[in-house]
C-alpha cells in the first residue's frame, strides 16, 4: 500500500471543524453563570456544581470513548456524541429546576463533548500520520482550546441579547449541523480507503486493523466490550510510575485552565468592576494566542524532550498565576495584557507533550486510551477547581486564595516532571503487553 495523500488533510480540516464545534459547546457553561442566577435565583455555588459534573462527565467520557472508537469506529461514536449535545443544549431552554441544569449540563452535554475531546484528536493523528504527529496534535488542540475561548464572546452578547436561550439554541443547531460533515467527508482509518498513514514507508508493512506496524507488541482485541477495553487498558497503566506523573501533571493543567481561568476568570473580573463583555473577549484573546503556543509546542514536541517542556510550561503558568489578583480592575491595564498573552501562549500547550509522553512509555496502539485516562484526570482537575473556587468565592468574597492554589499546584506538577525527563524515549510499553 501507498501513503495516503492530500486526503489525510481533509480528515484534519472535518476534524478541527468537529473540535471547534464541541469546543462551543462548552463555551456556554461559564458565560451563562449570571444570566441564570439572576433569573433562577441559583447561587454561584449550585451552579458551579453543574459544571463541575460537566468537567468530571466530560474528562470520565474520553477513555471509553476511545475504547468506544476502537470497537465501533470513530464516525459513529462523534456522531452519538453531537446528537447528546443537540439534546443538553436544546431542552434548557424548558428547564425549571437546579437537578435539571446538573442533568443537561452535567450528564447530556458533558458525555457528548466528552467524545470530542482531545482524544479524538489523538486517535485522528495517530491513525492517519506516521510523520509530523507533534504538530498535528498541536493543531487539535489549538483548535480546541480555541474554539473554547473565542466563541465566549458571542455567547455573551446572545445571552445579554435577546437572551441566554437563545445562546443555548445556537449551541444545538451547530451541532446538528456538524453531524452532515461528518457523515459526507470522515473515514475512519485511511487502511479504508487502501492507504498507509501519511508520510509512512511505502516498505513498511501495518497491520490493516490497527493502523500500527503488524510486528508491534502492543494491542487491544476488538472483540471485548469497549468498556472493558478501556478498564483493562487502565488497570495496567497503574502499574507505570509514568501513568500517575502524568495524569497528576494532567489534573493540575485542567484545574488551572478550563475549571479556574475559562469558569472564573468572567466573574472574577466582573467583581473588580470590568464589564462582563470585555472579560469574555479577553478570553478569546487567550484563544487567538493558543493557536500560536500549541502549534508551536507541537512543533517542538517532535524535536524536544517532551518532558521538560511540561516543566517549563508549568513553571511559568504557576508564577503567572501568583500575580492575577493584582493585575484585574474595572479596565485593562498593562500588566493584564501580559498575563492574557502568556496564559494564551501556554493554555494548552502541554497537551502536545503529554501525547508524546503517553505514545512513549505506552505504545502506539493503547496511547489514545492511555491519552483518555490522563485526559479524565484533566476534567476532574477542572471540575474541582470550578466548585472550589466558586465556594472560595461564596465565602471570602475574592479568587485571591483560588489563584495561588493553583499556583501551588503548577508549581508541584514541575517538580513531578523531574523523574521523567532524562530519558522519556528508553521506555516502551511499560507494563502494557499483551
Known amino acids: 500500500m501507498k501513503p495516503v495523500g492530500r486526503y489525510a488533510f481533509l480528515i484534519v480540516a472535518v476534524t478541527l471543524f468537529a473540535l471547534l464545534a464541541g469546543a462551543a459547546f462548552r463555551s456556554t457553561t461559564g458565560a451563562l453563570f449570571e444570566p441564570l442566577e439572576h433569573e433562577f435565583g441559583w447561587s454561584r455555588t449550585g451552579t458551579s456544581g453543574a459544571v463541575t459534573a460537566n468537567l468530571i462527565f466530560y474528562g470520565l467520557t474520553a477513555p471509553f470513548a476511545a475504547a468506544a472508537m476502537e470497537r465501533f469506529g470513530v464516525k459513529r461514536v462523534i456522531i452519538t456524541g453531537l446528537t447528546l449535545v443537540a439534546l443538553g443544549a436544546g431542552l434548557t431552554t424548558v428547564m425549571t429546576s437546579l437537578w435539571q441544569l446538573w442533568v443537561l449540563w452535567g450528564l447530556f452535554i458533558g458525555i457528548g463533548t466528552g467524545v470530542m475531546a482531545l482524544v479524538f484528536g489523538a486517535i485522528v493523528a495517530q491513525r492517519w500520520f506516521h510523520t509530523h504527529r507533534g504538530l498535528v496534535m498541536g493543531i487539535f488542540s489549538a483548535a480546541n482550546a480555541c474554539g473554547q475561548l473565542i466563541f465566549l464572546p458571542l455567547i455573551v452578547q446572545l445571552a445579554h441579547h435577546p437572551g441566554w436561550r437563545a445562546a443555548s439554541l445556537a449551541t444545538a443547531s451547530v451541532a446538528l449541523l456538524v453531524i452532515p460533515l461528518f457523515l459526507l467527508f470522515f473515514r475512519d482509518r485511511p487502511q479504508d480507503m487502501g492507504r498507509l498513514p501519511y508520510g509512512s514507508p511505502t516498505d513498511l508493512e501495518y497491520d490493516a486493523a490497527a493502523s500500527t506496524p503488524?510486528?508491534?507488541?502492543?494491542?487491544i482485541h476488538p472483540q471485548r466490550a469497549a468498556w472493558r477495553i478501556a478498564i483493562d487498558v487502565l488497570?495496567?497503566?497503574?502499574?507505570?510510575?509514568?501513568?500517575?506523573?502524568?495524569?497528576?501533571?494532567?489534573?493540575?493543567?485542567?484545574?488551572?485552565?478550563?475549571?479556574?481561568?475559562?469558569?472564573?476568570?468572567?466573574?472574577?473580573?466582573h467583581d473588580h468592576g470590568m464589564p462582563a463583555t470585555t472579560a469574555a473577549g479577553l478570553l478569546a484573546v487567550i484563544g487567538i494566542f493558543d493557536v500560536i503556543g500549541t502549534v508551536l509546542s507541537g512543533w517542538l514536541t517532535d524535536r524536544m524532550n517532551p518532558a521538560i517542556l511540561l516543566m517549563i510550561y508549568y513553571t511559568l503558568r504557576g508564577f503567572s498565576l501568583v500575580f492575577l489578583n493584582t493585575m484585574l480592575a474595572p479596565t485593562i491595564e498593562p500588566p493584564l495584557w501580559v498575563f492574557i498573552i502568556f496564559y494564551g501562549l501556554d493554555w494548552v500547550a502541554t497537551v502536545p507533550p503529554t501525547v508524546a509522553l503517553c505514545r512513549t512509555y505506552f505504545g502506539p496502539q493503547k496511547a489514545g486510551i492511555v491519552f483518555g485516562w490522563v485526559f479524565a484526570s484533566h476534567m476532574i482537575g477542572a471540575g474541582i477547581a470550578s466548585v472550589s473556587a466558586g465556594m472560595i468565592r461564596d465565602l471570602t468574597g475574592t479568587y485571591l486564595l483560588?489563584?495561588?492554589?493553583?499556583?501551588?499546584l503548577c508549581i508541584a506538577a514541575a517538580a513531578?516532571?523531574?523523574?521523567?525527563?532524562?530519558?522519556?524515549?528508553?521506555?516502551?510499553?511499560?507494563?502494557?503487553k499483551g
Not at 402 to 408: G, P, Q
Open 214 to 219: 503488524a510486528h508491534s507488541s502492543a494491542s
Open 235 to 269: 488497570a495496567e497503566a497503574f502499574k507505570s510510575r509514568a501513568f500517575w506523573i502524568l495524569a497528576f501533571t494532567f489534573f493540575v493543567c485542567g484545574w488551572s485552565t478550563n475549571g479556574l481561568i475559562q469558569t472564573h476568570f468572567i466573574p472574577a473580573a
Open 402 to 408: 483560588a489563584w495561588l492554589s493553583a499556583a501551588v
Open 416 to 432: 513531578s516532571l523531574l523523574s521523567l525527563r532524562s530519558a522519556p524515549r528508553l521506555v516502551h510499553d511499560v507494563g502494557m
